[in-house]
Structure formats: structure tokens, C-alpha cells
């Protein structure tokens, strides 16, 4: 019989306290997850080892159903544990508590699935996994690495159990509710009321003046007792303010960007308790002790036996990496080696590299047994200063020869570019390669390179997951290494379905062969043809078509070791679903993949790629339809309750949504898109500005539904689709469902005028707004994705080829920003704003191919507009080689110094004209001047530039024949005004001083 609720949080209880964890109580205040207990929070810092255990009931506002949903809860239950430091056999001890729950992973799907946590309101941050069992997360498992702002050291491992998930599996039932909690009462006996009067609360009842006022009131009251020194009773406070900040969140009462502003004060909160818990920890000395810092040991010299040609085999084992994370990591851990090899004069015949999500290797054939020996020629004194006049040699040379053991009658004189220096040729002897590999292997490892890495131990080591043997062998010997505290050796490891096996490697060549045996499919590229070719017959087998998904495919190959394919059914009611939240459920939440009918219609059926040889009973398909099922209950259950309000009426739930604090609401947001669409529409031909502004007053609705809180990515999608069941046009819907593309700068823009039209209003007010208020990205820091937003704004603009003048725009939404009663921003923020849009402007084109000098020259004529930026850039490089060009851009540098002394701003006075070379010039300017005005008008660059480029033989002649400088104060002036008159000019096709011509370099 399987464990009920409350005998599932006793066995823990007991396995835990037997392996040195203190059984402690839940925290006194409402939580969100059992990290916030001050068990966890404050005892991570600091050096004292800790082990603790213990339940904390987690309360998530936003997760209350009103006891109707069988899987979702405003409380739930979490056993959380500490280790610290962290044992390296961690993950073994919780595999085994789960044997202990009754459930054996050789008879499931078990997997540790990158999820690197982040408490932005604890100023925390950990490196880890959840923990699926067939499909459903049933554990965090995490490496803290920060707390309270503050760098760890020891680190600790945390592991938390989902309580009711796992009771769910272990008694086969899709409710909660049906849960027995003991032997005499039900789940649903003991806490259904609870979730009912709580849900009401959160969702309807909590007044949000109160909520607000309250967290004003408890802010206050922590940074009281933080100056007082009562560390506890403060974070008791700052705890309130998140709770307060979750229920807010919870009434709708905080909008995505004004989070920001939430998190910041909690997390204000939260370090300044933690950095005063540490130094009173400090102050007492650390009364729970210290543990003593292991060092690296001194490796042996690898004194090994050679061939002619050798095979070097190295093998990483870690837990597991993240599947984002293998393929660049294999590929560098191979390439790097090989090319430090061959800076040492080291070359192999070929070389291999494997992984899985457990293991990093290589295997390089064909190494010589040691560099080959070389002569070294060494240097000693000048020639002069090593011999005396009579030929003998000095002191210098005495002592040079003796320093290197050789008489100075070895010395010979050699002739350098510097002069006659006296020196010899010695004899070096090449290194053998296994003494090489020992310096390098580390060096490389080292040196691989990570989107996210973490500390796990003392000795230094940082890398993405913590490493946990390491195999090393030439050919049939042992190479001596030690890796972050882990020596080599020849044993690998098999599956861990099996027990998590031994396996010892006789030679290196064994490698694929032996874990092969041993439940390891450890070449990459033949594992993904497995799953390739596997999934195609499960598709045919399923009467269906797989529907392609290259993401989630590159994902999967490096979340197994030996890959199986099952297939699963869901029920075919879940198809009223639009086709976007049945495919963002089965792919995003749960890697498997769709299938579809010949006319590309869903199927009400999946596959899924597992890490087992097998499921023969079926025990790890029914956990994953039963995972599936509650995901899609929950999309089912927004899906219904969003549509019972017509879309277009939930526009007034924006008022209760804050934008940003200094920004106001999101109904004042749609205001400010709805005036800037006016000005934005005319841009776009075919764009109406009124379809546009109705666009604009539907497109945030969709943060107020359930299915976008639940499903953030789906954002603007929801929106589209919801628009079209109301009965939009279709235009209008299409460009809503794309307001957010691109997403990167790898995405396409909108498909339609009018999303583009949209799109680009948005990133326009979200840019202008923010900056205008002070929100300024930094090097390391730009919270609200301003970057993003703006470069998705020029690519639009680019890829659309719409002119659009930025800099006018911009002025105009600051002005829009200003009419809703915002305080100006100051001069610096707008002149922030305005080098921010032109970096962004100049990073694309670049991106584009286009020379850095040419954007430069080309940003400085006319407006910022994009599109146009491009125009004139890229006819500037269809003529940059042609000598005309050349001495037209070495002219106008000769032009712009000139201009720099003195003044050359009056009118032009032909009466003035001495030479014929400056009347010349002078006529030649105006018999173009209103041809340039008409091509520039129909922004026709490259004949403007032919236009300009006439007056080359004038320039060349002018600056020949006359001197500018004149003594005569009016010819000079004159003379000025006439260059002057040139330099604007060249100024409305491009700055040609920007411009580097051959011999001159970047400045």
C-alpha cells in the first residue's frame, strides 16, 4: 500500500535525521517556497556547516484554483532539506530517499532537467535541476550560489520535494483532493475549505489599498529593526512584504514592468538582514565551526609507456549538464585540446569527441610519444662586453658560460639586426606527451567557456555542473590527473537506471564499445539518428505525421543516454484548445512531440523520448499522459473562464494594472500607444490610423486573462486569438498575435503592415518611456529588455523598408509621455536616449556587413531614420574604391580643418572673388545645388554622390590655386563662407570625414 500524505513527510523526516539533518519547524510567516525559512535563508550563509530538514507549507497567491482545480493550490506543502557543504554523493542520497517514498527508479524515467532557480526577491540565486519522474516535476535540486546578494563558500545543496505531486504518483490519482492524508481522513477532508476561502481571498476579496498599505507599513518596519540590529524580527517583515507583494500580484494590481520595482525593495530588504546576520555570525565566531578547505594534491609525473602512435582518452563525468550547454562544450573541449597539442608540436591523426548529459570526452589517436627534440639557440652578453680587446673573454662571459654549465670556449659570437651578441646552441629535448596532457587537460577544461557556471567545492573549481570522476587514459595506462578535487582513473560509469555501475576501460579504443554495454549511447550524432529514425516509425505506428521541432529534438538528444520512444494519448476533448497552447503545453512543459493528421490537423496524441531501455509495463507513459492531462485540465480551465468576458471588455482591468510606478497603469499606456499611432501610421502606406489605434486598444488585454499569467510566452499570441473569437478582423487579430516579433534578432518581424505598425509603437513608448524616467541600461544591467525592444524596433524598419525618422519620434512619445502629467525627463536622460537608438542603429547595420565608418559617415546626415541610414551607407561602399571617392573624403577632412579656424558663417560675396579657381568652384556648387536637392528628396544616393563627385577637378584646383588663409581679413572670410557652403553640402549626403581611405587607419 503506498504511503499516505502524512506518512510520506514522515519517512523523510526519518531519513534525513538519520543522515545528520536536525528536524526544524515551518517558518512563522507566509512563504512562498521553503527557501524564504530563515532555516535556509540565514544558515547558507557564512562558513558553519548546517544540515536541516524540515516542512514548510508554501503559500502562491496566484496558483489558488478555489479547490476546482485537481492540481493547482493557493497552499502546498514542500520537505525541504540543506546540506551543507554539499556531499559529493548528493544526488545518490536523494535517488535513495526515493526508494524509501516506494519508488524505484529502475522502473522509472527519471531525470535531473536543467532549472536554474533565482529569488529575485532574496537577492539569490542557485544552479541545479528540477527532478522529473516520467514527465512530472517532483523536486528542485539545487547548488546555492548567492543569498542575500552575498558569494557562498561552502556551498550548499538544497533539495525540495513537491509533496503532493509525488503522493499523487505514488497513489495513481489525477486530484489532489483524493489524496489520503492518513489512514482515517482524505485531502480534501482536511484543507478544501482552506483552498476555497483562500483563492476567494486572493483573487476577490483582498482589499488592494489594504495590501499596499500594509507592505508600506512592514518595509518601514524591517529597515526599523535592521538599524536596531534584530535580524530576525526584521526578515519576519521583509517576509510579510513579499507575501503582501504575491498577493498584489495575485488581484492584478501589478503589471510586468512595475514588478521590477516590487522585487527591488523586497530584495533591498532581504540583504540588508543578510549581510547583518553574517557579520553578528562573524562577531561570535562562528560557534557551529568551520570546515577545513581541501586543497589539490600534487599530481605525479605521468611516467608512462609509449608507442610509435598512442591514443589518449579523457572523459568528464558531471552531473548532469545542461542540454543548451553540450554540444558547444563537447566541441570546444575537442578543438581546444587539439590545438594546444599542436602548439606544442604535438599532432594527432584524428580525434572524437562524445557526450551525454552526464559526460564530456574525447579521444585523440594517433599521438606521437613525445615532441621531437629541437635546437634552442641562447643568448648572452653583446659581443663587445664579452670579449676585451685582446680577444679574451671578460667576467660577463665567464659568468654566462658557468650559469649554463658550459666553458667559454663554447661560446660563439652570433650576428643579430641589434648586433654581435656571444651565445651557443644547446640541445633540448622534447617533452613526453602524457607530461604535456597533464598540464593542458586543466588549462582547457578551464578554460571552457559557459553561459552559466557554478562553485561546488574548495578547491577553486568552477564549471557548469560539478565533476565527479574523471576518466584518463593512455592507451592502457592511467594518465595522473586531479580535476576539482577528483583524481582519475579508468572506471567510467553506466546508466543509472542500472544502479549507476562501474565500468572499468582496459584501453582507451574501448570507450563507445564498453558503456555501449553498459546503457550509455555516448556518440552524440549516432544517438540523434536513433531518436530520429525512431520517432518517424512511432509516427507511422501512431497513424499519424510528426509535426517537425527542431528545438525540442536538439533538446531531448541531450537529456538521455539511451533514448526510447513511447507514444501517449491525451483526450481528444483537450482539442478545442487553439493549436498555440496545445503545442506550447507539450513542448515547452514536457519535450514531447506533436503529431498531426495528413491535413497538418493535432492529433490527440504524443511522443516522448525517454532515458530507459524500456517501459513494459507502462508505468512510464500512463505518468506522462497523467502529467499532460493536468497541464492541459489547467489550459483548459483559463481557456473557459477568459472566455466568459468579451475580450474588448476587459479593458477597463487595465486601470488596475501599474505599468511602472512613475509611469502609471496600463490603461494609460494603450492611451499613450493610441496618440503615437497618429503619428507612426502615415509611415506605413497601407497602414490606416484608425485600424491601427484599434489594434493598439486591444493589444494588452490579454495580461489581464489567466491564460497569459499561466503561459507568459504566449503573451500577444493569446491576444490575436482571443481578437479573432470575438469577431475581429482579421488584420487586426494577425497584427496583435505578432505585436512581439521579433523576439530576437534571429526572428522575422511581423508578417503583416499592420503588426509592424504595431509593433513599432510599442517599442517606441516602451524605449522612450522608460528612459524618460530614469529606467537607463547598463553594461551588466537592463531589467526591462530595452535593448531588445529597440533593436527588434530598427530590424522592423530595415526588413520593411520603412522610413521612419527616429529621433522626431522619439521627441514626440517623450512629449506624450510628458501630457499624462510625468515630470520632463532630464537633458542627460534624453541625450541618453538619443546615443542609445544610435548605438542600436549602428550595431545592426554592422550586423548587416556594412563598414563601421560608412554608418558613422552615413549617421551623421539627416534624420535617424534606419532604413534610410542603410541607403546612404551602402551607396557610400558601392563607390569607396573608386579614386574620385577617395580624394572627394581626403578633401572634405582638408575642409572640415580648415574650418575649425575661423569663422566661415557669412553670406558668400562673389564681388569678393580674386581667383578664377574659387569663382569656379563657386558656379559649379550652384549649377548642382538644386539637382542634389531633387535626388536627395527621392533619397537616389548614388547619383547625389555622382553629383557631388563632379566637383572633384574644381575642389583640386581651388586648393592649388588659392590660399584660403589670405592675409585680407574679407578674402579670408569670404574664402571660409565658400568652403563653408561646400562642407553643408557634402553634409546632406554623409560626414566624409568618417570615412578611412587606403593608408588611413581607424582613429
Known amino acids: 500500500m503506498p504511503l499516505s500524505f502524512q506518512d510520506l513527510i514522515l519517512a523523510l523526516q526519518q531519513y534525513w535525521t538519520r543522515r545528520g539533518c536536525i528536524l526544524s519547524q515551518p517558518c512563522g510567516v507566509e512563504v512562498g517556497a521553503g527557501t ?154 482536511v484543507r478544501h475549505r482552506e483552498e476555497w476561502e483562500f483563492s476567494k481571498y486572493a483573487f476577490e476579496s483582498a482589499e488592494i489599498e489594504a495590501l499596499s498599505e500594509g507592505f508600506q507599513r512592514s518595509e518601514a518596519e524591517a529597515h526599523r529593526l535592521i538599524k536596531e540590529g534584530l535580524m530576525l524580527p526584521a526578515y519576519d517583515a521583509c517576509l510579510r512584504c513579499s507575501h503582501l507583494f504575491n498577493l498584489l500580484e495575485a488581484r492584478g494590481a501589478v503589471s510586468v514592468t512595475e514588478r521590477t520595482g516590487y522585487i527591488l525593495r523586497v530584495r533591498n530588504l532581504a540583504c540588508r538582514c543578510a549581510r547583518s546576520y553574517l557579520q553578528q555570525r562573524e562577531e561570535l565566531g562562528f560557534p557551529l565551526g568551520t570546515p577545513v578547505r581541501r586543497t589539490s594534491r600534487p599530481v605525479p609525473r605521468a611516467r608512462l609507456r609509449g608507442r610509435p602512435r598512442n591514443d589518449f582518452l579523457l572523459e568528464v563525468g558531471c552531473e548532469e549538464i545542461p542540454a543548451a550547454a553540450v554540444d558547444a562544450a563537447r566541441t570546444a573541449l575537442g578543438e581546444s585540446l587539439n590545438a594546444s597539442l599542436r602548439e606544442h608540436r604535438i599532432t594527432s591523426r584524428s580525434w572524437r569527441t562524445f557526450s551525454t548529459p552526464r559526460r564530456l570526452a574525447v579521444l585523440i589517436s594517433g599521438l606521437p610519444a613525445r615532441q621531437d627534440d629541437r635546437e634552442e639557440e641562447v643568448m648572452g652578453p653583446p659581443a663587445r662586453v664579452a670579449y676585451d680587446g685582446e680577444g679574451r673573454p671578460t667576467q660577463a662571459a665567464i659568468g654566462f658560460a658557468r650559469g649554463h654549465k658550459i666553458k667559454p670556449a663554447d661560446l660563439r659570437k652570433i650576428s643579430t639586426p641589434k648586433g654581435e651578441y656571444v651565445g651557443f646552441t644547446r640541445q633540448v629535448s622534447g617533452l613526453s606527451t602524457p607530461e604535456l596532457l597533464q598540464q593542458l587537460v586543466e588549462q582547457v577544461l578551464k578554460g571552457l567557456s559557459f553561459s552559466k557556471s557554478m562553485h561546488w567545492e574548495q578547491t577553486g573549481w568552477s564549471f557548469t555542473r560539478p565533476i565527479r570522476w574523471v576518466l584518463a587514459l593512455w592507451n592502457d595506462q592511467v594518465l595522473p590527473l586531479e580535476l576539482a578535487g577528483v583524481r582519475s582513473g579508468r572506471e567510467t560509469f553506466g546508466h543509472r537506471v542500472k544502479g549507476r555501475p562501474k565500468v572499468r576501460l582496459r584501453k582507451a579504443s574501448d570507450y563507445a564499445r564498453v558503456l ?158 493610441a496618440s503615437l499611432a497618429s503619428d507612426v501610421a502615415p509611415h506605413f502606406p497601407t497602414v490606416e490610423a484608425e485600424t491601427l489605434k484599434r489594434a493598439l486598444e486591444l493589444s494588452k488585454l490579454d495580461l489581464t486573462t489567466d491564460m497569459v499569467k499561466e503561459f507568459p510566452t504566449l503573451q500577444g499570441v493569446m491576444g490575436g486569438v482571443y481578437a479573432r473569437e470575438q469577431g475581429e478582423r482579421e488584420e487586426i487579430s494577425r497584427a496583435i498575435y505578432d505585436q512581439y516579433r521579433p523576439h530576437s534578432l534571429e526572428d522575422t518581424a511581423p508578417g503583416t503592415p499592420l503588426g509592424c505598425a504595431l509593433s513599432v509603437v510599442d517599442r517606441l513608448d516602451t524605449v522612450g518611456a522608460l528612459f524618460s524616467v530614469g529606467e537607463i541600461p547598463t553594461g551588466s544591467r537592463d531589467p526591462f529588455g530595452l535593448r531588445r525592444s529597440s533593436q527588434g524596433l530598427i530590424k522592423i524598419l530595415l526588413e520593411s523598408k520603412i522610413h521612419l525618422p527616429l529621433d522626431s519620434m522619439l521627441t514626440r512619445t517623450l512629449e506624450i509621455v510628458r501630457e499624462q502629467g510625468v515630470p520632463p525627463p532630464s537633458r542627460e536622460n534624453v541625450q541618453a536616449l538619443q546615443d542609445f537608438v544610435r548605438g542600436r542603429v549602428r550595431y545592426l547595420l554592422e550586423q548587416a556587413g556594412h563598414r563601421y565608418d560608412m554608418i558613422n559617415a552615413a549617421l551623421a546626415a539627416g534624420q535617424l531614420d534606419p532604413f534610410d541610414v542603410q541607403m546612404r551607407a551602402s551607396a557610400l561602399e558601392a563607390v569607396h574604391d573608386d579614386e574620385t571617392f577617395g580624394s572627394l573624403s581626403i578633401a572634405f577632412k582638408r575642409i572640415r580643418k580648415i574650418l575649425t579656424q575661423g569663422s566661415g558663417d557669412g553670406a558668400i560675396d562673389s564681388q569678393l572673388f580674386k581667383e578664377k579657381a574659387e569663382r569656379s568652384l563657386h558656379e559649379q556648387m550652384n549649377q548642382i545645388r538644386g539637382e542634389l536637392e531633387i535626388l536627395l528628396q527621392r533619397r537616389n544616393y548614388p547619383d547625389a554622390l555622382r553629383a557631388v563627385a563632379s566637383l572633384r577637378p574644381a575642389i583640386d584646383t581651388f586648393f592649388n590655386d588659392v590660399l584660403v588663409m589670405d592675409r585680407d581679413p574679407s578674402l579670408r572670410r569670404n574664402r571660409m563662407s565658400l568652403l563653408r557652403s561646400l562642407s553643408d553640402m557634402f553634409l546632406k549626403l554623409a560626414d566624409f570625414s568618417e570615412i578611412v581611405v587606403e593608408g588611413e587607419s581607424r582613429a
Open 36 to 189: 524564504m525559512n530563515p532555516d535556509t535563508f540565514f544558515r547558507v550563509l557564512g562558513p558553519e556547516p548546517w544540515r536541516v530538514a524540515y516542512v514548510e507549507p508554501s503559500r502562491r497567491p496566484s496558483d489558488a484554483r478555489y479547490g476546482d482545480n485537481p492540481f493547482r493550490l493557493y497552499k502546498h506543502y514542500q520537505f525541504q532539506v540543506i546540506l551543507k557543504p554539499s556531499p559529493s554523493d548528493v544526488q545518490d542520497l536523494y535517488l535513495q530517499s526515493l526508494r524509501v517514498l516506494g519508488i524505484d527508479p529502475r522502473r522509472h524515467d527519471v531525470r535531473f532537467e536543467e532549472d536554474n532557480w533565482e529569488s529575485p526577491t532574496l537577492g539569490a540565486q542557485g544552479v541545479g535541476w528540477q527532478v522529473l519522474l516520467d514527465g512530472m516535476e517532483i523536486s528542485q535540486f539545487t547548488y546555492f550560489q548567492r543569498v542575500g546578494g552575498l558569494e557562498l563558500e561552502p556551498v550548499s545543496a538544497e533539495i525540495t520535494y513537491g509533496m503532493e505531486r509525488i503522493c499523487m504518483y505514488l497513489h495513481d490519482t489525477d486530484s489532489i483532493f483524493d489524496l489520503p492524508w492518513n489512514q482515517h481522513l482524505s485531502y480534501r477532508e
Open 516 to 673: 555501449r554495454g553498459a546503457g550509455v549511447w555516448v556518440d552524440h550524432e549516432s544517438r540523434s539518428k536513433r531518436i530520429k529514425s525512431d520517432l518517424s516509425r512511432a509516427a507511422v505506428s501512431a497513424r499519424g505525421r510528426l509535426l517537425p521541432d527542431p528545438r525540442t529534438f536538439a533538446e531531448v538528444n541531450h537529456l538521455v543516454e539511451w533514448p526510447k520512444i513511447i507514444s501517449g494519448r491525451f483526450d481528444p476533448e483537450f482539442l478545442v484548445l487553439p493549436r498555440e497552447v496545445l503545442l506550447a503545453t507539450l513542448r515547452h512543459h514536457q519535450k514531447f512531440f506533436a503529431l498531426t493528421d495528413r491535413k497538418g490537423k493535432l492529433l490527440p496524441c504524443f511522443l516522448a523520448v525517454i532515458d530507459q531501455r524500456s517501459d513494459p509495463k507502462g508505468i512510464i507513459r500512463r505518468g506522462n499522459e497523467r502529467v499532460l492531462k493536468a497541464r492541459l485540465t489547467d489550459a483548459r480551465f483559463f481557456w473557459t473562464e477568459d472566455r466568459r468576458i468579451r475580450f474588448e471588455n476587459r479593458a477597463p482591468r487595465l486601470r488596475a494594472i501599474l505599468f511602472h510606478e512613475k509611469l502609471g497603469t496600463l490603461e494609460q499606456r494603450v492611451a499613450r500607444l
